[in-house]
């Protein structure tokens, strides 16, 4: 069954501490991407890699690391340095050829203790 | 830099009635554009897109939407809604087409009354 899978569904971590949320793919997706949504706010993004070993910084990367060292993983590390990290946080993979929309998992809600 | 705007930030409608939800983009070249809607706790799932062509596009659950590159404008219409059709509805524009990361607008919530 193909898709995306993000665990875990609910995560909380206490101030000061690195939280690390996971997103894996068996669609095949070369382009794996990770956005941030709060209330009002809709979706922004913190990281994006197009291809093994590479990523690229989003709108809202500080604070945030990531990792692409194989296709179908794409870990997000929340960091003590971001200072507001309580949100709704969603992966998304890029079906390849062009002219393609965005795929998305269902999402991890990350809460501050 | 790209930018949507969602005016709308909640529309109640009656079941039955006719939908619009409005859209406003702003993007230097030709705009790859997207209609995504999300259910409380749950992921996007893409209703339609544009990337050329026909302005006007076809999507699924009955929805269709109207590019117009004059106001800048891609409107979500759908003639008769249903209680289903609840949820949060987000207009998005592709850099790149969309490799680069979408932009999104802050969504309009969407009321059904019976």
């Known amino acids: 069954d193909g898709g995306i899978t993000q665990s875990p569904k609910y995560l909380f971590r206490k101030e000061g501490q690195n939280v690390t949320l996971s997103c894996e793919q068996n669609?095949?997706?070369?382009?794996m991407y990770w956005y941030r949504q709060d209330p009002g706010q809709g979706l922004r993004l913190i990281y994006y890699s197009q291809i093994v070993n590479d990523f690229q910084k989003g709108d809202i990367a500080e604070g945030y690391s990531v990792s692409r060292e194989k296709k179908e993983s794409f870990p997000l590390t929340v960091t003590s340095a971001q200072k507001n990290p309580t949100a709704f946080y969603l992966c998304?993979?890029?079906?390849?050829?062009?002219?393609?929309?965005?795929?998305f998992g269902d999402g991890t809600r990350l809460s501050i203790l | 830099a790209q930018s949507v705007t969602q005016p709308d930030i909640h529309i109640t409608v009656s079941e039955g009635a006719s939908l619009e939800l409005r859209c406003n983009y702003s993007?230097?070249?030709?705009?790859?554009l997207f209609w995504y809607v999300q259910s409380p706790g749950q992921g996007l799932q893409l209703l339609l897109k544009?990337?050329?062509?026909?302005?006007l596009v076809q999507g699924i659950k009955g929805f269709e939407a109207e590019f117009k590159r004059s106001q800048s404008s891609f409107n979500l219409r759908k003639p008769s809604v249903h209680w289903s059709d609840a949820a949060e509805y987000f207009c998005a524009v592709g850099a790149g087409g969309g490799a680069d990361g979408l932009t999104f607008g802050k969504g309009t919530h969407l009321i059904i009354q019976p």
């Open positions: 669609l095949n997706h070369d382009a």
């Open positions: 544009y990337f050329s062509g026909d302005t």
């Open positions: 998304a993979t890029l079906s390849p050829g062009g002219n393609q929309p965005q795929h």
């Open positions: 993007y230097g070249a030709t705009p790859y």
